[in-house]
């Protein structure tokens, strides 16, 4: 098998004694036939040209024209830099967006009273708990009271800003809050009513 092949091929044996012909130096790929010897050592000799331009103006570039050197250095992503090292390789850019928040279970009580009670407070509890050293904050929100928006005394919030919402001076009717919490990396809703009923 071996006088079969031409000289820019070479027979690789198989399992059976046979052989098949590969070409020793890759295939071209504008003629698709072997490269040879003399093909590869031409085409070796133009890389090696073209490379020697390239480094000689990219030279000439930096040391005679610095300012044109940043305008074209200046329009490369910094993640497409080749570094000239084997083992460099571009990274993707590190994303300026934070990851999404994680869902946090909140619980609240809702709350019922007769007048002439017209206090109560509403808690919230999350799952998961405080961490030590990490900190939720609250925010709790009336959704709607007696009256609606027109009324103009139906109650006062206290520690809007807390685990606890302490109302009073609650006039009889229905009220609705929501509260919001927020975690270092998570977020959670959740709403609760107060029914104030009226004196018997």
């Given at each position: 098998m071996e006088s079969e092949c031409l000289p820019e091929e070479e027979c690789v044996p198989n399992a059976i004694g046979d052989g098949s012909c590969i070409c020793r130096f890759g295939i071209d790929s504008e003629s698709g036939r072997c490269i040879t010897s003399r093909d590869k050592s031409e085409k070796d000799e133009e890389n090696d040209l073209f490379d020697q331009n390239v480094e000689g103006s990219m030279l000439s570039l930096v040391t005679a024209h610095p300012e044109k050197l940043a305008n074209v250095l200046k329009d490369i992503p910094a993640?497409?830099?080749d570094l000239g090292s084997d083992d460099a390789k571009s990274e993707?850019?590190?994303?300026s967006s934070s990851p999404p928040l994680k869902n946090l279970e909140v619980t609240v009580v809702s709350k019922t009273v007769r007048l002439p009670e017209n206090e109560v407070t509403l808690s919230a509890f999350?799952?998961?708990?405080?961490?030590q050293g990490e900190h939720y904050t609250y925010e709790w929100n009336l959704l709607s009271r007696?009256?609606?928006?027109e009324a103009a005394d139906t109650?006062?919030?206290q520690d809007k800003n807390g685990?606890?919402?302490?109302?009073r001076h609650l006039k009889e009717g229905?009220?609705?809050f929501q509260v919001t919490v927020t975690g270092p990396d998570s977020i959670g809703k959740q709403v609760a009513n107060v029914t104030?009923?009226?004196?018997?």
């Open positions: 993640n497409n830099i993707a850019p590190i994303s999350t799952i998961p708990t405080e961490k007696p009256g609606g928006n109650g006062t919030m685990p606890n919402l302490q109302l229905f009220y609705s104030v009923l009226p004196r018997k």
